[in-house]
């Protein structure tokens, strides 16, 4: 009887251990919460015991993504501010926002369609970014549905909003599935033709926000082109074979093999408008890059990609159904992996397409997918 009551404290014990280790760091939802343009504004939380990701309806922004460690331990994994205010006055920072109506570049800020064209916000020198002045990231979206598990919102970007045709609806759903992915499913429909590339634009470091950078990191992308670009990194309509290069990461790859340390600077050396230094042969500055993902058919989700750290053990797949995904590293301390269309598409009858036009809707479904090993 002594044995029985013993082993049962044992899984007693084990069991409160598994449940304190289990007890998500959830943020506090109240700097989160306001009113703004008449609407409510609040930090929705999701989970399904084991993941958790919390979410603004303002500029549908990711503000935190926890998951265990190998140990059990739950950071949080993606960039954010800690009050609404930040993402009131970002300016394209480090944080991760829905991204449309039109994510990545549009050079020269102007398109043709249907043989008129339309002159768009210029935000990004003489080019368009992530939309111009008023896309998804500022915008009050209106909250349809919220469960412990899905938040659904919806927002609706006017005809002529920074110059782009159509009346733009767009339903976003964040849900959290049972095999610990956060999902983000956009869909689109318009009044008008008009162009739409979604994405989302969150920053992972999956040790942990604030617990170093993500050099040790090892990426694996499923890609065998990539997008030549310019120095403003709008595309030149040249695909280049990933073979032999920096840019093969179709096995994985430790990101500090190939991204330059960053000199430090002699403190007592007079301060000018920046350092200068050359790129080391066989290293690149960062990466910003579009990579043409391997799809077995067009608009099947399929894993493009795969994030790993030695040090915490979690590892990230990605998965979507969109033709590109931009690798951006300038954090440093951490990644964005943006699933979404070519930039500069409009521009481009090469690239897949990115007209959606009146009857039709643009789906993107992509899933950050987390385990460790």
Known sequence: MKR????????????????????????????????????????????????????????????????PDKDGNYENLVTSYPAIGGYVNYNLGQVGPAVGRYANRISNAKFTLNGKEYNITKNSGPH?????????????????????????????LPDGEDGFPGRLTTTLTYSITKDNGLSLCFESTTDKATVVNT???????????????????????FADQTTEADRSNIPTGKFLSVDGTLYDFRSPVRLGERIMELPKRDPNAPRGPGMRFEIPEGKVFQYDNNFCL????EGIVEKVAVLYSPKSGRQMEVWCNQPGMQVY?????????????????????????????????????CIYKLSVK
């Open 4 to 67: 029985l009551l013993a082993f049962v404290s044992l899984i007693a014990v084990a069991v409160t251990m598994f449940a304190a280790k289990n007890n998500i760091p959830l943020l506090n939802p109240a700097p989160y919460d306001t009113i703004m343009d008449g609407k409510k504004v609040a930090l929705y939380t999701i989970s399904n015991g084991t993941v958790a990701a919390q979410v603004t309806n303002y500029g549908g922004f990711i503000v935190s993504f926890f998951s």
């Open 128 to 156: 368009t970014l992530h939309g111009g002045v008023k896309g998804f990231d500022r915008v009050v979206w209106t909250v349809l549905k919220a469960t412990k598990n899905k938040v659904v919102m919806q927002c609706i």
């Open 199 to 221: 994405t989302c634009h969150s920053y992972f470091n999956l040790d942990g926000i604030g617990h170093g950078d993500i050099m040790d990191h090892e990426l694996t992308v």
């Open 294 to 297: 391997n799809h077995k058919a």
């Open 329 to 365: 590293t300038g954090a440093r301390t951490a990644i964005a992996l943006e699933t979404q269309k070519y930039p500069d598409s409009p521009n481009r009858p090469e690239f897949p397409s990115t007209v959606l036009n009146p009857g039709e809707k643009a789906v993107h479904t």
